[in-house]
């Protein structure tokens, strides 16, 4: 069992930047990888980034590229989510994920699927106010 363990939400005015922090418990796997999910209230779980561990190869949804950067430290199991330019659209819960698989699978869209996750972390909030 893989605990993950988020922190660094808060307030932030539009424009201002945050950092979440994702830790792992453990991480004994190769074919992990992490992802970062927010999810708004009545809509679906989506994913905005993702790391496959092994290989540091990087993922992003087009509603952040250019404004979230996924990164990690592998010695310690933590990964990062750097968000800039924050807008009032990113206000949400954010929940960082672990699964596992073959980084083709993991490259073709499993890397965003919610029910490939096999680990959820309980959620931070961030809101981004006007």
């Known amino acids: 069992q893989v605990h993950l363990v988020e922190s660094g939400g808060g307030s932030v005015q539009v424009g201002g930047s945050l950092r979440l922090t994702c830790t792992a418990s453990?991480?004994?796997?190769?074919?992990?990888?992490v992802s970062w999910f927010r999810q708004a209230p009545g809509k679906e779980r989506e994913a905005v980034a993702s790391i496959y561990i092994s290989i540091g190869r990087l993922l992003y949804h087009d509603s952040v590229k250019g404004r979230f950067t996924i990164s990690q430290d592998k010695p310690k199991n933590t990964v990062y989510l750097e968000m800039d330019n924050l807008k009032p659209e990113d206000t949400t819960m954010y929940y960082c994920a672990m699964g596992r698989g073959p980084v083709w699978n993991w490259y073709g869209g499993g890397g965003f699927a919610a029910n490939k996750v096999i680990y959820w972390g309980q959620g931070t909030q961030v809101t981004v106010s006007s």
């Open positions: 453990e991480n004994n796997y190769r074919d992990a990888y």
